[in-house]
T-cell receptor
Framework: DAKTTQPTSMDCAEGRAANLPCNHS???????VYWYRQIHSQGPQYIIHGLKNNETNEMASLIITEDRKSSTLILPHATLRDTAVYYCRAISSGSARQLTFGSGTQLTVLP | EAEVAQSPRYKITEKSQAVAFWCDPISGHATLYWYRQILGQGPELLVQ????????DSQLPKDRFSAERLKGVDSTLKIQPAELGDSAMYLC?????????FGQGTRLTVV
């Protein structure tokens, strides 16, 4: 799987949009961009994934650049409960694919 | 909503003792993962199963750790003998064709 690079930490004011960047410059054509988050003392939680089109669900939006070398996860109205470590991963399609985690971005939503 | 079940939630054991963790994945999920997470770090993949077969156990310390998924459904991770450095959260996850779902984990403390 392609290497991903994320900032170590970010702050965001409550109610504002949180934009979390991820670089994946070596991503291959069959690799999807996945985002997970981990709230303190809980297991990781799936947020969203995409291949090349922008995606939106009830939790977040995912914007992938046209060259697919980077992406941004957007939490449109951050709340204190969004404080967590956010992981961006490039994962190939199909079953039996490996899911590993790096260090992620610690997002702190400030009141 | 279907969940990945793990037990126990918490375990305290003395060093040199044996300890086992159990995971029941979401029904129908062929892929099952075991992770170890030390406080302040991202989850580290220990072993990955596809049905009952191990597809990756390169990071599993095989001198003391073992994992099995005999019927391709639930799985057990064992440590024998436990060492002080094994104190961590042990997470189980399962996936079908897309995202992975995580259990709440087992918090192990070795004293």
């Amino acid at each position: 799987d392609a290497k991903t690079t994320q900032p170590t930490s970010m702050d965001c004011a409550e109610g504002r949009a949180a934009n979390l960047p991820c670089n994946h410059s070596t991503i291959s054509g069959n690799e999807y961009v996945y985002w997970y988050r981990q709230i303190h003392s809980q297991g990781p939680q799936y947020i969203i994934h995409g291949l090349k089109n922008n995606e939106t669900n009830e939790m977040a939006s995912l914007i992938i650049t046209e060259d697919r070398k980077s992406s941004t996860l957007i939490l449109p109205h951050a709340t204190l409960r969004d404080t967590a470590v956010y992981y961006c991963r490039a994962i190939s399609s199909g079953s039996a694919r490996q899911l590993t985690f790096g260090s992620g971005t610690q997002l702190t939503v400030l009141p | 909503e279907a969940e990945v079940a793990q037990s126990p939630r918490y375990k305290i054991t003395e060093k040199s003792q044996a300890v086992a963790f159990w995971c029941d994945p979401i029904s129908g999920h062929a892929t099952l993962y075991w992770y170890r997470q030390i406080l302040g770090q991202g989850p580290e993949l220990l072993v990955q199963f596809q049905d009952e077969s191990v597809v990756d156990d390169s990071q599993l310390p095989k001198d003391r750790f073992s994992a099995e998924r005999l019927k391709g459904v639930d799985s057990t991770l064992k440590i024998q003998p436990a060492e002080l450095g094994d104190s961590a959260m042990y997470l189980c996850a399962s996936s079908g064709q897309a995202e992975a779902f995580f259990g709440q984990g087992t918090r192990l403390t070795v004293v």
